[in-house]
């Protein structure tokens, strides 16, 4: 009942707020990923009992992919990063006659409910029908089903836990290393496997409907959701007595930027605003952790002579962090908005420091490059053009968001900060700017050698760069027409 009671008023809160009618266009471009993707995992499920089939024929299909379980449940993990942390709207039913136990219980039950859970069965739901249907019949695939289901229950726990405990403090990330630095010790020692050959057993367990299988997964999915009420227990009542850290560790003010006049102090002002307030700065150390783990994946040399997958990733590696910082543009300033405008072409400048402050940053992708140069997995030419195409032509195209953001984001929101979906501008610039250079370097590769089609991409965006100030003044410009509309809604989004 209670249940029940909460998902209304989400969607009672979800409908009243002011932003629900600019989210539609964002909810359709959701539900369009969610079928491709979908679609696409059904088509990775048929290829990989083929696939199993022709390679191994000397093992089962599904003994196969049970071994590499851990990998999907890893995979599964970090795409949870890429998520919202779950809102847990318990505090204001703290002013009811509820106990805080069973609220948190409900909006538990609510997280391993969660559709998210069941989205994995679209790859193993046909790669059991053509591999396990024919061993064990219908039951054989429903068990199998039921299993994985419970191991994604599971696993959402597992994610909940360490994304909540790292918006408090982000050190907790180190939490992975015992647990899947443990699993990789017994896989990798020498004449061990004990890893892959614990879920193969598991796998066969559920497809067999072994109850120790069953029992043993849905214990340690119950252990991780107790674990999980005691902690956000404990870090609801720490907000809401909202104890003030007075000890000053350490003050930094950038006082280099000095030189550099009223751009410096904007520049000086955004780094304090990354390293100084919660959620930007969660944030920050999230994408810097996904983009080391790609670039890790780029050394190692994952994907071998797959071209199109290397020059992904590498792209990938230097747009992350400034296509998801920048897609939120002026709404961290949202906050303070009013003051921002009292002086003549603050926002210019403002604008200018946080293109060279985001440039600057692009540094660090380009360090983590210098490898995958070395070993020949990309060439410099790549690595360069992607460098300047990211600080050219994706900068340009996402930073147009300025002019449309009118949004407030919360500074320092904890895991029950309200949550703030993108709109429809937001979306759309975002996917252009991420898939427009992939698809023009197809293109120039189509038409022209590889060698001359990196060269373009430089050309490209060393052209942009130079012309920073006339499309930064143009966004500017237009930002400025709309200014009354953006503060009245950053005031109403507050």
Request: charged share 15%; hydrophobic share 50%.
């Amino acid at each position: 009942m209670l249940l029940s009671d909460i998902r209304k008023n989400q969607k009672l809160a979800a409908r009243r707020s002011p932003i629900y009618e600019r989210n539609r266009f964002a909810k359709f471009m959701i539900y369009f990923g969610i079928t491709f993707w979908a679609a696409y995992f059904v088509y990775i499920g048929v290829m990989l009992f083929f696939a199993f089939s022709e390679g191994i024929p000397n093992m089962e299909p599904y003994h196969i992919l049970n071994c590499g379980l851990p990998f999907f449940l890893l995979i599964d993990f970090f795409m949870r990063f890429l998520l919202p942390t779950p809102v847990q709207e318990i505090k204001p039913y703290l002013l009811l006659p509820l106990p805080k136990k069973r609220v948190l219980n409900a909006l538990l039950i609510q997280a391993g409910l969660n559709p998210f859970n069941l989205f994995w069965l679209f790859l193993f739901v046909p790669f059991a029908w053509l591999s396990v249907l024919r061993f064990y019949g219908i039951p054989g695939v429903l068990g199998y089903c039921v299993g994985i289901w419970l191991l994604m229950v599971g696993n959402g726990y597992w994610s909940m836990l360490v994304r909540v405990l790292m918006r408090q403090k982000f050190i907790y990330i180190l939490l992975i290393l015992p647990v899947y630095g443990s699993m990789a010790l017994l896989e990798f020692l020498p004449e061990t496997e004990w890893t892959s050959r614990f879920y193969m057993d598991l796998g066969e367990g559920y497809i067999e409907w072994n109850p120790l299988a069953f029992l043993g997964t849905l214990a340690v999915a119950i252990g991780l959701a107790g674990v999980n009420r005691w902690v956000q227990g404990k870090l609801i009542y720490r907000e809401l007595a909202r104890t003030e850290d007075n000890k000053v560790k350490h003050i930094s003010n950038y006082s280099f930027f000095e030189r550099y006049g009223i751009v410096g102090e904007y520049m000086r002002l955004e780094l304090k605003l990354i390293f100084r307030n919660k959620t930007p700065k969660s944030n920050f150390w999230s994408f810097l952790f996904i983009m080391v783990m790609f670039a890790c994946a780029l050394a190692g040399d994952v994907y071998g002579s797959n071209n199109y997958m290397n020059y992904f990733i590498c792209l990938y590696c230097y747009c992350v962090f400034g296509l998801m910082t920048l897609s939120r543009i002026m709404s961290f300033e949202g906050n303070y908005i009013d003051g921002l405008m009292v002086h003549k072409e603050t926002i210019y400048n403002l604008l200018l420091a946080k293109y060279y402050l985001q440039s600057i940053f692009l540094i660090i992708p380009f360090l983590m490059m210098l490898y995958p140069v070395v070993t020949g997995t990309v060439s410099l030419l790549t690595s360069a053009a992607y460098l300047f195409f990211t600080m050219g032509p994706i900068f340009a195209t996402i930073m147009q968001l300025a002019v449309y953001n009118d949004k407030t984001a919360v500074l320092n929101g904890g895991f029950m900060a309200k949550s703030q979906g993108n709109t429809m501008y937001q979306t759309l610039i975002t996917l252009i700017a991420f898939a427009a250079p992939l698809l023009i370097q197809r293109m120039l590769t189509f038409f022209l050698p590889e060698t001359e089609a990196g060269i373009a991409l430089l050309v490209i965006g060393l052209a942009t760069v130079a012309t920073h100030r006339i499309w930064i003044k143009n966004i500017y410009v237009r930002l400025m027409k709309r200014r009354y509309n953006n503060m009245e809604n950053f005031r109403n989004t507050r």
